[in-house]
């Protein structure tokens, strides 16, 4: 039998016993880092820091890149190379029609406040995304689920309205993690998990920090605390590492720095894939946006490849649609739109654009591709007669404004969910303001699809319906600029999720 939950008056006084300990040790802690840096400690840098550490409540890739797999668990996983793994779920089984899915949960699991993790809170968190007032970012993950229930303590039940082989991935996403009901409201700023590490302090505008569980359900990390610490500045990220103060960086922000890194014996350089698309995003709620002639003629007027060699110093794949490049379904769809500064010209011409006669906001985060690569954007812009008025803003303000607010024309930003085409089907609501109902039911035909051949067709037709209707300016494949001390094992090369997982790192002797 594995453990009962308790009372809720029993998981207060827990949660507070649990906080003083968690003081205890951070004191302990402090103490010890004065007289020597412990050897199963990592520090990492992020560039961004997220605005929250609820990744069921945001869509800031940010927030898993601190607490996916490290503080958070769902009922599956994604491991390093893409596959899907079970976590909470020790399996699953389907019913022939492939419309239920049934659980079997672990049932050796805990909250990091003590009390145990069950159908009950599994039910909770699936209904709690599912919800018609969920702020969840990723709400389509869960639309094909029609009820959820717990048949006893371990074992969920999952109904679905049709067929969907991706629900053990959808369920593997950081928007798809177990929380408790007790917790649920103040997992912002005190996340409260199942994972191996548990939340310590979160100093705004440095660190997030984080140390191992003692009660974790599974094998115990190496690591006794992971730090990430937010470095956006490229100068400064080169400085602390070349200084030591920094163990690791997941994606360096300097990919000038890179040969000189790769150089030095302290280090392990690692260029690796992610699946980030990074877009120049066009408001199509606005005019001239709204016009497919105007959209067409900006992405003519780009140099994919002088992008990547100019901000990215060579890093990077073109791109001529949502999709990236190392999925088997892709389609290499850059001529939709090459380089082509006359055509650019004439479509602005037809559209009734005199040279010179449109300006348009730039909205710029702080990512180095964001910033570096919108200056060349603006520049490539200049020359077909487009005026830019180029805006850098902190992540939160892209947040409020760009994404949520839709108060912008252009802006540069990479996409990092795993296989997020579906984005585009979600209309007025969604930041850009996309709406084609022939794309919509392709995604629709791709919910109910199961045959991979067929499922491949597919999702080639909605990657040329987004290349032809130029919806954004697509740029490049973000690659992902590993550096990490020579003696650590363990960091992921690759992104195929936004995380940041340090459960598997150790220091090599």
């Known amino acids: ?26 004191l302990a802690a402090g103490a010890t880092s004065a007289l020597a840096e412990p050897p199963d400690s990592l520090v990492m840098g992020l560039v961004l820091e997220p605005p929250h550490l609820d990744p069921t409540a945001g869509a800031a890739g940010a927030i898993d890149e601190v607490v996916y797999a490290n503080v958070f668990e769902g009922l599956t996983r994604i491991g390093p190379d893409g596959a899907v793994m079970p976590a909470l779920a020790a399996r699953w089984d389907i019913s022939e029609d492939g419309t239920v899915y049934t659980f ?25 995304a599912m919800d018609e007032d969920s702020v ?32 053990p991935f959808n369920l593997g996403w950081g928007d ?23 939340f310590v302090r979160w100093v705004q505008g440095d660190r997030v920090e984080l140390e191992a569980y003692p009660d974790y359900w599974g094998k115990a990390p190496a690591l006794t605390t992971a730090t990430f610490r937010f470095i956006p500045d490229p100068t400064a990220a080169m400085a602390a590492l070349m200084a030591g103060d920094l163990d690791a960086f997941a994606n360096m922000p300097a990919p000038e720095s890179l040969p000189a890194l790769d150089a030095d014996p302290r280090f392990t350089v690692v260029i690796g894939t992610t699946e980030g698309e990074t877009i120049l995003a066009m408001n199509q709620r606005r005019a001239p946006l709204d016009d497919i002639r105007v959209r067409q003629a900006i992405a003519h007027a780009i140099d994919r490849q002088a992008v990547v060699d100019g901000a ?102 990479s996409h990092t969910e795993p296989l997020d085409i579906g984005i585009y089907a979600r209309g007025d609501d969604y930041y850009f303001g996309y709406e084609n109902p022939a794309f919509n039911a392709v995604m629709d035909s791709l919910q109910a699809t199961l045959d991979e051949p067929a499922r491949a067709r597919l999702y080639g037709q909605a990657q040329r319906l987004l290349a032809e ?28 999720v936004q995380a940041n997982d340090v459960t598997g790192v150790s220091w090599a002797e």
């Open 136 to 167: 969840n970012a990723q709400k389509g993950l869960f639309a094909a689920i029609d009820s959820v229930v717990a048949l006893d303590g371990y074992t969920l039940i999952v109904e679905l309205s049709h067929p969907l082989a991706r629900l």
């Open 176 to 198: 798809a993690v177990m929380v408790a009901p007790e917790t649920a409201e103040t997992n912002k700023t005190a996340p409260v998990g199942t994972g191996p590490f548990r």
């Open 1 to 26: 039998m594995g453990p009962t939950k308790p009372s809720r008056p029993a998981r207060a006084l827990a949660s507070t016993l649990a906080a003083l300990a968690i003081g205890v040790s951070t």
């Open 312 to 413: 990215m110093f060579g890093h990077g794949t073109p791109i001529g649609s949502h999709f990236a490049p190392h999925h088997p379904a892709y389609v290499d769809l850059t001529s939709v739109t090459p380089y082509d500064p006359a055509r650019a010209r004439a479509l602005l011409a037809e559209a009734g654009i005199d040279p010179g006669g449109l300006t348009l906001t730039l909205h710029l985060p702080p990512p180095s591709y964001a910033r570096r690569g919108g200056e060349i954007v603006a520049a490539h812009l200049a020359q077909v007669g487009i005026g830019t008025r180029i805006i850098p803003v902190e992540w939160a303000q892209w947040l409020e404004q760009v994404f949520r607010g839709h108060d912008f024309d252009l802006t540069i930003v």
């Open 104 to 128: 079997h949960l672990r049932r050796d699991v805990t909250f990091h406040d003590g009390t145990a993790f069950t159908a009950d809170d599994a039910a909770y968190s699936l209904q709690r």
């Open 469 to 496: 209707d130029a919806v954004n300016g697509f740029l490049f494949q973000l690659a992902k600029h590993g550096v990490w001390n020579a003696r650590l094992r363990g960091l992921w090369e690759n992104s195929p």
